[in-house]
């Protein structure tokens, strides 16, 4: 299994709900990662666990809580969103190792916030 | 801020023709990493280049990295159709290579 999969691909949420996004890999990374990208904007880095602990947070609102359970999955929860957070949320692991590696990508779930 | 500034924002082309994009960054680096992304899909790595490399090649990829100038380049040559994407170029630094920064992307469109 070579591929990080995310559910669900599409996510409508109003501002009052809690929901969670989900991330799974199968191919033993133990750095995984979740972005945020707005339309025809670049990918911004939100959080990084490395062995299931949270080694880079970039200064997210709590409304966005990271939880890593395993080694293959990662999940995060959603609670009280804004419009402004509607984007295409992509999940993200990396090898093993401190050398240069490649990051695998999710497909994204595309969040709207009503 | 490591966000690297790619030229074109966008370009368009001819299926055949070869396309070249460039990146240029700010501070040191440890690689620089080019991802395709179709449109609202995920990215996909196509080729790394080490701090230490000049020049990589990879089936019609060709990168280059001057270190000097801060600055890469990603050609494509003999275009198709299904090359038409995004292309961002992501570099790690700073010490750590697990933190990935992306510029901000070119749209390439292959006319058939």
């Known amino acids: 299994d070579t591929e990080v999969t995310q559910t669900p691909k599409h996510l409508v949420m109003g501002m009052t709900n809690k929901k969670s996004l989900k991330c799974e890999q199968h191919?033993?990374?133990?750095?995984m990662y979740w972005y945020k990208q707005k339309a025809k904007k670049p990918p911004e880095l939100m959080f990084v666990?490395?062995?299931?602990?949270?080694?880079i947070n970039e200064s997210v609102p709590s409304r966005f809580s990271p939880e890593c359970p395993n080694s293959s999955l990662l999940n995060l929860h959603l609670h009280a969103l804004q419009p402004e957070d509607s984007a295409l949320y992509l999940c993200?692991?990396?090898?093993?190792?401190?050398?240069?590696?490649?990051?695998?990508f999710g497909p994204g779930t595309r969040l709207t916030v009503l | 801020s490591q966000q690297g500034e790619e030229d074109p924002q966008a370009l368009s082309i001819q299926e055949g023709e070869n396309a070249t994009m460039n990146c240029s960054y700010k501070?040191?680096?440890?690689?620089l990493q080019w991802y395709r992304q179709n449109s609202g899909r995920g990215l996909v790595h196509l080729i790394l280049?080490?701090?230490?490399?000049r020049e990589k090649h990879s089936g019609r990829l060709r990168v280059t990295l001057d270190t000097s100038k801060k600055s890469s380049s990603l050609l494509i040559t003999a275009s198709r159709a299904a090359d038409t994407a995004s292309y961002f170029c992501?570099?790690?630094?700073?010490?750590?290579?697990?933190?990935?920064?992306f510029g901000k992307g070119t749209l390439l469109t292959v006319n058939p």
């Open positions: 993200a692991s990396r090898p093993p190792g401190q050398g240069s590696r490649e990051q695998f």
């Open positions: 191919m033993g990374h133990r750095a």
């Open positions: 666990y490395s062995y299931e602990k949270l080694s």
């Open positions: 501070t040191s680096i440890n690689n």
């Open positions: 280049i080490r701090s230490n490399e």
């Open positions: 992501a570099m790690t630094g700073g010490g750590s290579n697990y933190k990935l920064t």
